[in-house]
């Protein structure tokens, strides 16, 4: 997975200069499931994740810089799919490492405030663009199809709580389920919705369950490191 994403983020900015798998005229998407322009955003802030980890575990300086620098491209395939939430989410991730390994945590994220602000206080930047593109007659229709979506996959849930219409199948049901006053098909923007329209409530509960584990997991290996850490700090004094 972390070759695959590291490939993907070097790919995809040639890809959007060749005007190659573009989605909305210039957003940048990818093939398959990755044709979503959200879904890809979403997958490269993991790999935002993955770098910050692999840079952490490294001893050596030079792999720390080698890491660090693979952020940049990053970054910027994930502003060349104009996903706002895939931004926020890779604004997130760096968050939280930053306020769990940087020891002058406050001093680094009061420079990263200042940058966001003087990116996106200049003309033209992606997240300006993409709300004004987003936006019409005052209505965020972005917004508007996304809860005709949501609507969507509910009735589509109350009608086929089990089995759902199929994998893949959620905008070929749409003329089917769709309320009478929604808007064209469009994709879920919704894990949970997408999981229970498509393949049933049985599903959803076991994405539920195995994100509950992982999450038992993180915290069970959180407290064992705190509590190597607090060992090796008293065999050293």
């Given at each position: ?38 879904d ?30 693979l ?18 989410a ?23 405030c ?22 019409a007659?005052?209505?965020?229709v ?12 509910i ?6 709580p ?6 893949g ?15 064209e ?9 997408q999981l ?42």
């Open positions: 997975t972390e070759i695959y994403t590291l490939s993907l983020h070097d790919a995809l900015p040639i890809s959007h200069a060749h005007g190659e798998h573009l989605v909305e005229g210039d957003r940048a998407g990818w093939i398959g499931i990755f044709g979503n322009p959200n890809l955003a979403y997958h490269l802030a993991v790999g935002v994740a993955m770098i910050l980890a692999a840079a952490h575990a490294s001893h050596s300086r030079r792999r720390k810089l080698a890491w660090w620098s952020l940049v491209p990053v970054f910027w395939a994930i502003v060349l799919t104009q996903s706002r939430g895939g931004m926020l890779a604004c997130v991730v760096g968050l939280f490492w930053a306020l769990r390994t940087v020891k002058r945590a406050p001093l680094v994220l009061g420079a990263a200042v940058v966001a602000v003087v990116v996106f206080m200049s003309p033209n930047n992606p997240w300006s663009r993409r709300t004004q593109e987003a936006t007659y005052g209505e965020d972005s917004a508007r199809g996304r809860i005709d979506a949501w609507r969507t996959g009735a589509i849930a109350k009608e086929r089990l089995t759902g219409v199929g994998a199948a959620f905008m070929i049901a749409w003329p089917e389920f769709a309320p009478g006053d929604a808007g098909a469009r994709t879920q923007h919704n894990t949970f919705i229970v329209s498509e393949l049933g409530i049985p599903a959803l509960l076991l994405f539920v369950s195995a994100l509950a584990a992982a999450a038992l997991g993180l915290r069970r290996a959180g407290k064992l490191q705190r509590s190597e850490e607090r060992r090796v700090g008293k065999e050293c004094r």
